[in-house]
């Protein structure tokens, strides 16, 4: 019986459930460029996707991908029959807010002058305010694992702490 079960076990794909229910996955990551082409990612685990320096970088369990940031005009994740999150914009601007999340820290570069960020739970519970320019690092240590969403001057990014 032990070996039944665990050959059942090794036969089943990474990243799908035992019930099959893949109705509530993402499998696909569609990047939509500035030029019209859209570039497609595999998600066979939830993607990290990253800002750093000039470059958008989508890392996932397999593979790493990086597009120029001024490049990207948008992304969307989808599911097998076609369903999914839409208009996730990202900006040709040259000016656009860098931002990197290492070690707890939500590393800001680029703030125009008095740029508002701020903090909230999936929930929308607000959990700070601030007004900064240029360049911040806000210590994010003392908060609890989980998804939080951070807004700067009303874009709204989602960060997950681990």
């Known amino acids: 019986m032990k070996t039944l079960l665990l050959f059942i076990l090794t036969i089943i794909p990474l ?18 460029l500035t030029d019209g082409t859209m570039e497609t990612v595999p998600l066979y685990t939830e993607p990290r996707i990253t800002y750093r320096d000039s470059l958008f970088v989508v890392t996932t369990a397999l593979s790493t991908k990086s597009f120029p940031r001024n490049k990207v005009k948008g992304y969307s994740f989808r599911t097998e029959d076609g369903t999914g ?17 290492v070690d707890r820290q939500l590393r800001l570069k680029r703030l125009p002058r008095g740029s508002a960020i ?33 807004d700067v001057n009303g874009k709204t990014n989602k960060i997950v702490l681990l």
């Open 118 to 150: 701020s903090l909230y739970t999936v929930n929308g519970q607000h959990i700070m305010t601030t007004h900064r320019s240029g360049q911040c690092i806000l210590d994010l240590t003392r908060l609890a694992s989980g998804v939080y969403l951070f």
């Open 15 to 32: 990243g799908l459930s035992a019930q099959g229910n893949q109705q509530s996955r993402y499998n696909t990551l569609v990047i939509t």
């Open 85 to 101: 999150i839409d208009n996730v914009s990202g900006s040709s601007s040259a000016q656009q807010v860098e931002w990197e999340l």
